[in-house]
């Protein structure tokens, strides 16, 4: 399969950010599973609390109401760091207008051979930023009046 250098390493970059967005919303989506809402226009999220007994297993203990939230795990899945090989063999050069692009001949991962002698190794990594912390401040807060 023959592509352009450019659109190839494009193309891997925004699908590195399409899947780190994806599990950023799915782990903000879950997040939110642990509020319900007063169904207004500008919607105000309450936590959904659960009665514990404190210390367990005993009929005298305290009872404290608990965020759900506080009882999640914070370490959601992230992708800290991505890293893409790839094999290919130079093609030449592909020139548009004025803009010059090489090409790359990509040698399939199915067949599993080695390939030939004149392909190189590509590798890309890609690594992120620190994740907000918006979600552990919110679960601070309200985690707050328990210690008084």
Do not use: W
Request: proline letters at 7%; glycine letters at 6%; charged letters at 25%.
């Amino acid at each position: 399969m023959e592509v352009m250098f450019q659109d190839l390493v494009t193309s891997i970059g925004v699908s590195v950010q399409k899947a780190r967005r994806a599990i950023e919303d799915a782990a903000m989506e879950l997040y939110f599973q642990g509020y319900e809402t007063d169904g207004a226009d500008q919607p105000v999220y309450t936590p959904i609390q659960r009665r514990i007994r404190l210390p367990m297993g005993t009929a005298s203990g305290k009872i404290l109401e608990v965020p759900v939230t506080a009882l999640y795990h914070h370490n959601t899945i992230e992708l800290d760091s991505v890293t893409v090989k790839l094999k290919f063999l130079p093609c030449g050069v592909s020139q548009d207008g004025e803009k010059e692009d090489l090409r790359l001949e990509i040698k399939s991962p199915e067949s599993g051979e080695q390939p030939e002698s004149p392909y190189s190794e590509l590798s890309l990594s890609f690594q992120s930023a620190c994740a907000p912390e918006g979600m552990s401040r919110v679960n601070e807060h309200s985690l707050k009046p328990l210690s008084r």
